[in-house]
């Protein structure tokens, strides 16, 4: 019998997850023509076709789909325990990947980063700031950040912030000119700055909520951005009501006097930032100590 070639069975699952040769090439450290080759190589000792290849992207087959399954979880199951022996040197090492929206990344991670990294020179730690839910799975991430209304229910989630309250605020300029809204409802009658996220794509209601009763408000207005910058700025020049988690930040406008918080009453406090990842993953060292670094309360 002869051995099974798992060099190119690696190389497939990385291609195949990456849906890139370019991407699955750096990421082994091998030109893209030598990964074509293998990928080749494996397809004619198969006699079948893997992978579909177009100018713009790499899909697996039917057959390349169910090959991915069975051998996907395998190699993740091996990188996941030589990870782990890392546990076994003197001081802690690794390279650590994580997915954040920019305000955690910010206000949590940085800080924690800045205490953690100077006694660990060996960890590696790269911040990937995104605003959509990435599937960190997939896309080989130790861990995200997002908030916990919006956790999975197969991960573990430790909280790394306090609790949070959305505001809405705007410019005394902007109030100079309309009445204050009294409601939620009310606010279909202003100009509101909205938030569009990836992946949904949609413009995403205003949520509040008073003695258990809920509300959502489905706002319009001029603006829509991606980022809390933009919006933030927007409502400073008066050209519209804002509505985000309420921070240090937006507190000192509001106590200096550039910015005017409305329907505070409808904002009640909900589950704030948490560290996610996945229940089947053994943490190293390294990450055990990045986790400690961020639980909340420190």
């Given at each position: 019998m002869v051995a099974e070639n798992f060099n190119e069975l690696a190389a497939f699952a990385m291609v195949a997850e990456e849906?890139?040769?370019?991407?699955?090439?750096?990421?082994?450290?091998?030109?893209?023509?030598?990964?074509?080759?293998?990928?080749?190589?494996?397809?004619?000792?198969?006699?079948?076709r893997?992978?579909?290849?177009?100018?713009?992207?790499?899909?697996?087959?039917?057959?390349?789909?169910?090959?991915?399954?069975?051998?996907?979880?395998?190699?993740?199951?091996?990188?996941?325990?030589?990870?782990?022996?890392?546990?076994?040197?003197?001081?802690?090492?690794?390279?650590?990947?994580?997915?954040?929206s920019?305000?955690?990344?910010?206000?949590?991670?940085?800080?924690?980063?800045?205490?953690?990294?100077?006694?660990?020179?060996?960890?590696?730690?790269?911040?990937v700031v995104d605003y959509g839910a990435r599937d960190i799975v997939s896309e080989r991430f130790d861990a995200g950040v997002r908030l916990g209304e919006q956790l999975e229910?197969?991960?573990?989630?430790?909280?790394?912030?306090?609790?949070?309250?959305?505001?809405?605020?705007?410019?005394?300029?902007?109030?100079?000119?309309?009445?204050?809204?009294r409601s939620p409802r009310d606010l279909t009658k202003h100009r509101c700055i909205n938030l569009r996220l990836p992946p949904v794509g949609s413009i995403l209601p205003w949520e509040f909520e008073k003695a258990g009763r809920e509300l959502k408000v489905q706002v319009e207005g001029p603006l829509v951005f991606n980022n809390r910058a933009m919006r933030l700025q927007a409502a400073l020049d008066?050209?519209?009501?804002?509505?985000?988690?309420?921070?240090e930040e937006i507190q000192a406008h509001i106590d200096a006097g550039r910015l005017v918080r409305v329907l505070s009453d409808w904002c009640a406090p909900f589950?704030?930032?948490?560290?996610?990842?996945?229940?089947?993953?053994?943490?190293?060292?390294?990450?055990?100590?990045?986790?400690?670094?961020?639980r909340f309360p420190r």
């Open positions: 849906r890139s040769f370019t991407r699955a090439a750096a990421l082994l450290g091998v030109s893209q023509s030598a990964l074509s080759q293998t990928i080749r190589a494996l397809e004619a000792r198969l006699g079948l893997l992978l579909t290849r177009t100018t713009r992207k790499v899909v697996p087959t039917e057959a390349g789909e169910r090959l991915l399954r069975a051998v996907a979880p395998r190699f993740e199951g091996i990188r996941a325990e030589l990870a782990a022996l890392g546990e076994l040197r003197d001081k802690p090492a690794g390279n650590l990947r994580i997915s954040a920019e305000r955690p990344a910010i206000t949590i991670l940085a800080p924690a980063l800045a205490r953690l990294l100077p006694a660990y020179p060996d960890i590696h730690v790269e911040v229910k197969d991960m573990v989630a430790v909280p790394i912030g306090p609790k949070l309250r959305m505001a809405v605020f705007g410019s005394p300029s902007y109030f100079d000119r309309v009445p204050r809204p008066g050209l519209g009501l804002a509505y985000m988690p309420e921070d589950p704030g930032y948490y560290l996610y990842y996945p229940s089947r993953v053994h943490p190293s060292a390294a990450f055990t100590l990045l986790v400690d670094a961020l």
